[in-house]
C-alpha cells in the first residue's frame, strides 16, 4: 500500500511516463549510483528538504534526466535500493 501511494504521488511529481522509463532502466540509476555518488546524494537531499507537491514539481524538472532515473529507482526499484544500501549511499 505504502509503495502505491508513494508511485502514485512520484508520478504527480514527474509524470507518470518518466516513472515507467525510470523503472525500465534500472541501469541508468546503477551507473549513476557507480560514477556519480556524490552527485546523487545530493539530488536525494535536495529533493527531501522539500515540502510542497509544487516544489518537487520545480525541482524534478529542472534535474538532469539521469539523476531523476536514479532518484526514483532509488525510491521504488527493490534492486537499486539495496544497491543504495551496498555502496553505503544510504539517505534516509
Known sequence: MLHR???????DIFGAPFISEALEN?????KILY????EFKSTVRGFQRLNYQDEHTSYAASLEHD????L??????????????????NYL
Open 72 to 89: 526514483i529507482c532509488a525510491l521504488l526499484d527493490g534492486n537499486t535500493r539495496e544497491l543504495v544500501s551496498d555502496l553505503e549511499l
Open 26 to 30: 534500472p541501469q541508468v540509476a546503477q
Open 35 to 38: 560514477e556519480r555518488p556524490d
Open 67 to 70: 539523476l531523476g532515473i536514479a
Open 5 to 11: 501511494q508513494l508511485r502514485n504521488a512520484l508520478e
